[in-house]
């Protein structure tokens, strides 16, 4: 069987990725996991893994080219295999997608009714077929919202099914909540996925960064988890407010993630904080357990004395383009994903009216020169929910010794060391941290 | 595991001929009685002659390998021969009558309903009545009223009373082997229009159990349940159907009582509408007890009202015309799930 590489989605938005360079030539022996091409996104670059061993029989998309998300860019067959080019160019359109091939050699279509309003009595009941009233009962949606194509105006336990699908499909799309705080500052919320999804994670982003740090991951979550990326307050398009009254006291960053999990109704959320979002993720952990299902660190702040003096140098300096790269240096181990772009966004974000005020006074709290401020290390066995450890092993923001560290604290967490990666393990290396999440989450009791 | 069974193309008479014979050979208790099914006169001379086999030649070459002892020709007299095979059936043999149409029920009713159907219970269980009752149904070949009803509504009310409609030659042989096996009263439809009807026939003494349903065409869009001949009209909607889209799955219980609830209900659940096709009076019948069974047992699964297509309550008109318009049409069919579907 030939396989056919097709491009991913990365990100909850991403339609395309452009072909920026092929590690292969066609007729060479290709190994399943190993990087086969890479892509560039609007948001990041990444090498995509070939799916199977063999031979790369056809390259579909060469360097430079744009295939929309899930189209063909490769075919790889097993090295004994023939597969003559009118059998590639018919796999190929087979590939286009189901719309393409539906049709042919099908039996008669009933012609689609037309939909209308329900029909009612002169009670003002509404015309439901038995069928119609169970399944709407247990899905909770009102008759009378419901279009009928049953004979008479009767609504069947299809048009149920059709506007419940319709439902889920908007609140499945993603799109961007502004929650209001207690204090009548607003936070952005990216909120996505299906709404009967087994589990809710919640996403925060590190010191300077904002929801774009999980553009990568967010949209294979969504495929089978509602998922919600905050913008902390003084970050992305959250509020920016003035750094006083305590404002970014790390109990004020996860008291507003408490409220934004409460107004949005994610609770028991997976919460899943990165680096000074780690930070903050602990201390909500710590202090509303009930708000959680389960805790996520990435190369979390709090879990140990060290921090890097470069870091603490470029939050102190003016923001200005080249402190962005030396930031985006810090954390990459592979140079590939330090892109203008990424320099750009980074660049811009600081440069909002309040935003280097927010990140000069979030570091203030949790960071000094002599050590990290945010300390939870001795409060581990505290945590009332089960804890996933990722880091990337060469870490040079916070070494992955604090991972370890954390590991011997809380013996009962799930570690996960990720080899040659940076500080930032969801952009350098997506695929294995998605896997690694998914697989901690299938492992967690259900409730 | 499935076992592969040889079959081979037989007609309903045949295939009901083929199940007498296998049961008779394998249960020497098994005796047929009946009016003509042995053929000739009780005479000498004539102990060989083989003239008719029943009305419709169903019993044809039976005396001649199983002799009168067991094959009994009988007077014209329902009353009697009737009872003779109830009695015989409590008394250790295992009886098939034939009563000629099921129009000539009135006449042994007693025998079948207050003395066969309730032995067992009457005895505490101590007696059976493993008697089977063969008789011909349906309207069709203009035989007018009194030769032409289907009623095994009536007897489906009874309790202690086993109803077979089979639909196909290889239900009626597989059916009968069952029904003439099991030790209750069992009643026999045989619809006379399908006599001549052709299909695959397993060869074997395998009996199909008796209230286990068949379905006869699967499709997702309608359940049809229809009985004895109306399954072959069923069939030939569902072509009509088909073409428009619509694909019903057809439904043959085989067995009035026992009925296979369970088949009938998984597929509405599966539809959400039902149709049933039936050629009996529609008063107290079949179809409205099915109907009323899945409105009680599956009301959340329906889309629909479940609609019935069934003859008037008249008696068989022998007017050839009359007569076509009252048994149910694929025609009648189509119309009423295109009300529905």
Same mark, same amino acid.
């Given at each position: ?75 790889? /067959? ?27 050699? $099908? ?52 048009? /149920? ?49 904002? $929801? ?59 919460? /899943? ?9 602990? !201390? ?32 102190? *300096? ?42 000069? *006074?979030?570091?203030? !709290? ?5 050590? !990290? ?52 393990? !969801? ?21 | ?212 349903? @068949? ?22 909607? #569902? ?18 009582? =026992? ?20 050629? @009996? ?10 109907? #009323? ?34 048994? =149910? ?13």
């Amino acid at each position: 069987m030939p396989t056919i590489v097709t491009m991913p989605k990365w990100g909850l938005t991403m339609v395309s990725g452009t072909v920026t360079g092929w590690s292969h030539e066609e007729g060479d022996t290709v190994t399943e996991g190993a990087a086969l091409l890479t892509v560039e996104t609007e948001k990041a670059v990444d090498d995509v893994e070939a799916p199977a061993s063999g031979i790369l029989r056809k390259i579909v998309a060469p360097t430079g080219s744009e295939v929309p998300v899930t189209g063909p860019v490769a075919v790889i /067959v097993a090295p004994d295999e023939e597969l003559s080019d009118e059998a590639l160019t018919a796999l190929l359109a087979t590939s286009a997608g189901p719309a393409a091939t539906a049709g042919a050699g $099908q039996q008669a279509q009933r012609p689609a009714r037309e939909s209308r309003k329900a029909a009612r009595d002169a009670s003002g009941r509404v015309n439901a077929s038995p069928a119609a009233r169970k399944r709407a009962g247990e899905l909770g949606i009102d008759l009378a919202t419901i279009e009928a194509t049953g004979p008479g105006g009767r609504i069947t336990s299809e048009d /149920v099914e059709r506007a419940a699908a319709s439902v889920a499909a908007t609140a499945a799309a993603p799109r961007s909540e502004q929650v209001t705080l207690d204090n009548g500052n607003t936070v952005s919320v990216l909120v996505a996925g299906p709404v009967d999804a087994p589990e809710t994670i919640v996403f925060l982003h590190g010191l300077g960064g904002s $929801q774009s740090t999980w553009a990568n991951v967010l949209g294979n979550f969504a495929e089978t988890y509602r998922v919600a990326a905050v913008d902390l307050p003084g970050h992305g398009a959250s509020d920016k407010p003035a750094s006083e009254n305590g404002n970014y006291a790390i109990t004020s960053l996860a008291n507003a993630v408490a409220q934004v999990i409460e107004k949005l109704e994610l609770s028991p959320a997976i919460v /899943v904080g990165h680096s000074l979002g780690g930070a903050v993720a602990l !201390q909500l952990a710590l202090e509303r357990p009930k708000l959680l299902r389960g805790l996520v660190l990435v190369d979390s702040a709090g879990l140990g004395p060290e921090i890097s003096d470069d870091l603490l140098d470029r939050v102190e *300096a003016t923001p200005s383009r080249d402190e962005a790269r030396r930031l985006l240096e810090l954390f990459f181990q592979n140079p590939r994903f330090i892109l203008d772009r990424g320099i750009d966004e980074l660049h811009a974000a600081r440069s909002a009216p309040g935003a280097d005020e927010a990140v000069k *006074a979030i570091a203030a !709290q949790a960071f000094s020169r002599s050590g !990290q401020q945010v300390a939870f290390l001795d409060q581990l066995n505290r945590l009332e929910v089960p804890l996933l450890i990722v880091w990337g092993e060469l870490d040079r923001v916070v070494p992955a010794r604090h991972a370890m560290a954390a590991s011997i604290a809380l013996p009962t967490a799930w570690l996960e060391i990720l080899e040659g990666v940076g500080h930032v393990p !969801q952009i350098e290396a997506a695929p294995a941290f998605t896997a690694i999440v998914r697989d901690w989450l299938e492992s967690l009791p259900r409730p | 595991m499935v076992v592969e069974t040889a079959t081979r193309q037989m007609t309903y008479q045949q295939a009901i001929n083929e199940a007498l014979r296998i049961a008779m050979r394998e249960d020497p208790t098994v005796v047929l009685l009946g009016e003509d099914i042995a053929g000739g006169a009780e005479v000498d001379h004539l102990i060989n002659e083989d003239a008719w086999g029943g009305p419709m030649g169903v019993t044809k070459g039976l005396v001649q390998e199983f002799g009168r002892n067991r094959v009994l020709d009988t007077p014209i007299t329902e009353s009697g021969f009737i009872g003779a095979a109830v009695a015989a059936a409590a008394t250790g043999l295992r009886p098939v009558a034939e009563l000629m149409f099921v129009d000539f029920f009135g006449c042994c009713m007693d025998q079948i309903f207050n003395q066969g159907a309730k032995f067992r219970y009457m005895f505490g269980g101590k007696a059976a009545c493993p008697v089977t009752i063969r008789t011909q149904i349906g309207a069709g070949v203009s035989a007018a009223a009194q030769h032409s009803g289907c009623h095994y509504s009536v007897f489906t009310h009874m309790p202690g009373i086993k109803c077979v409609v089979p639909s196909t030659p290889a239900d009626a042989k597989g059916l009968l082997l069952s029904a003439i096996r099991d030790d209750d009263v069992v009643m026999f439809f045989e619809n006379k229009v399908l006599y001549g009807m052709k299909g695959e026939v397993p060869e074997g003494d395998e009996g199909i159990p008796l209230g286990k349903a @068949d379905i006869k065409h699967a499709g997702d869009d309608v359940t049809i349940v229809a009985i004895s001949r109306m399954v072959t009209q069923a069939l030939k909607a #569902a072509e009509t159907l088909a073409s428009e889209g619509i694909e019903a799955e057809i439904i043959d219980p085989r067995t009035l009582s =026992p009925l296979d609830e369970e088949t009938i209900l998984a597929s509405v659940a599966k539809t959400h509408r039902l149709v049933i096709v039936d050629e @009996d009076n529609p008063r107290c019948s079949a179809a409205t007890d099915i109907a #009323a069974m899945v409105a009680d047992k599956g009301f959340d699964t329906l889309d629909a009202p479940i609609k019935l297509v069934t003859a008037p309550h008249t008696p068989v008109p022998f007017s050839p015309p009359l007569e076509q318009a009252y048994v =149910p049409s694929p025609e009648r069919i189509v119309e009423a799930v295109r009300e529905i579907a």
